[in-house]
């Protein structure tokens, strides 16, 4: 008891020298030492992911640093999210901030808001915020200095959809069937977010310095091999700079996710060469290892009887095997019929 008698005034007595114009990080850091000493080496607090981007992208084309209107979501204070001691930020707090693509699309609108988009994501329906997926570790850091998303954010679909143990929200995620056709062609070749990510935003001709957007667009769906192997969805940047403009792609992780998957044509049709970027005259950016995908050059139709799926190239194997099956059942008729005789 007479150390907490002594401790109290102590830590009273830090916190006033503590300047007022001090970020609040150091003061929260008295309790919360470890918290406080991995967000500064947070996206949030960094900004990696907006600099890294930058950089290679409109930063080598223009020769220019990060325009200061690029940094505007730059955390600094535990306050901006947390207003009250120990309150859990809710999700308006998370898409005013993340208002430009994922908290707006993950909630059925488009960039600030501008209008509606075609659905919203399948958790929000089911009444689910970013911290039912995101954990404490994931939006404060871990210690580590990432450089991007793709490497920062360590939940994946399986975490839930793989586990049946798992109830959020009083409701237990639909479970991954591997044995479904689907599942079974693409599993290792094509992320969830490639054909469960029913649309995303692309914006066309950011103009710097004024932040202004020509073009927005849901109508895009490109994709590329993302360094594990997989396909993700990709999304065009464009940024104009003194009559310039520099143009790249990188990929994206869509919040607009809905139990109906994409069409196989999407991928598997005529539109592919555009679906996987041929001729694309710009650039990739993001995570070292993105690259151009070969497109599957090929139709995938129903076969409603048998209900399967079939792509063009196997049609003329399928048309070769049935006629040798047939003169070989032709000939085996015709011994046995000669051999009866």
């Known amino acids: 008891m007479n150390k907490l008698k002594i401790l109290f005034p102590l830590i009273i007595l830090i916190i006033a020298l503590i300047p007022?114009?001090?970020?609040?990080?150091?003061?929260?850091?008295?309790?919360?030492?470890?918290?406080?000493?991995?967000?500064?080496?947070?996206?949030?607090?960094?900004?990696?992911?907006?600099?890294?981007?930058?950089?290679?992208?409109?930063?080598?084309?223009?020769?220019?640093?990060?325009?200061?209107?690029?940094?505007?979501?730059?955390?600094?204070?535990c306050s901006t999210c947390h207003p009250i001691h120990k309150e859990i930020p809710n999700m308006t707090t998370c898409v005013d901030c993340h208002k430009h693509n994922?908290?707006?699309?993950?909630i059925g609108y488009l960039v600030d808001k501008i209008k509606k988009g075609p659905s919203?994501?399948?958790h929000y329906t089911y009444n689910m915020t970013c911290v039912d997926c995101h954990n404490s570790t994931e939006i404060h850091g871990d210690?580590?200095?990432?450089?991007?998303?793709?490497?920062?954010?360590?939940?994946?679909?399986?975490?839930?959809?793989?586990n049946s143990s798992v109830v959020i929200n009083g409701?237990?995620?639909?479970?991954?069937?591997?044995?479904?056709?689907?599942?079974?062609?693409?599993?290792?070749?094509?992320?969830?977010?490639?054909?469960?990510a029913v649309w995303y935003q692309?914006?066309?001709?950011?103009?710097?310095?004024?932040?202004?957007?020509?073009?927005?667009?849901?109508s895009e769906f490109h994709v590329l091999r993302a360094p594990n192997g997989e396909l993700y969805p990709a999304?065009?940047?464009?940024?104009?700079?003194?009559?310039?403009?520099?143009?790249?792609?990188?990929?994206?992780?869509?919040h607009t996710i809905s139990p109906k998957a994409r069409d196989c044509s999407d991928c598997h049709s005529s539109n592919a060469s555009k679906v996987f970027l041929e001729g694309f005259?710009?650039?990739?950016?993001?995570?070292?290892?993105?690259?151009?995908?070969?497109?599957?050059?090929?139709?995938?139709?129903?076969?409603?009887?048998?209900?399967?799926?079939?792509?063009?190239?196997?049609?003329?194997?399928?048309?070769?095997g049935a006629t040798l099956a047939g003169i070989c059942l032709h000939y085996l008729k015709r011994r046995i019929t000669m051999g009866g005789e």
Not at 173 to 189: A, E, F, S, T, V
Not at 305 to 320: A, H, V
């Open 202 to 218: 692309t914006c066309y001709n950011c103009h710097i310095p004024s932040g202004k957007i020509d073009k927005v667009s849901i």
């Open 281 to 320: 005259n710009g650039r990739i950016v993001g995570p070292k290892g993105t690259e151009f995908a070969e497109p599957p050059s090929k139709l995938v139709f129903k076969v409603p009887i048998l209900n399967i799926w079939i792509d063009s190239s196997m049609l003329g194997t399928l048309i070769i």
């Open 102 to 106: 994922i908290g707006v699309n993950y």
């Open 20 to 77: 007022a114009n001090a970020s609040d990080i150091q003061r929260c850091a008295l309790c919360h030492s470890k918290i406080a000493q991995n967000f500064t080496k947070s996206l949030h607090y960094t900004n990696e992911g907006i600099i890294v981007g930058w950089n290679q992208g409109a930063g080598k084309d223009f020769n220019m640093p990060v325009p200061k209107m690029c940094l505007k979501c730059h955390i600094e204070n």
């Open 143 to 162: 210690g580590h200095n990432y450089t991007m998303a793709y490497y920062a954010v360590k939940v994946r679909c399986l975490d839930c959809h793989g």
């Open 120 to 122: 919203p994501d399948v």
């Open 171 to 196: 409701i237990k995620p639909k479970q991954y069937d591997p044995n479904l056709l689907p599942h079974r062609l693409h599993r290792g070749i094509v992320s969830c977010y490639a054909c469960h």
């Open 235 to 254: 999304d065009i940047m464009s940024v104009v700079y003194n009559g310039k403009v520099s143009k790249v792609v990188g990929i994206v992780m869509p």
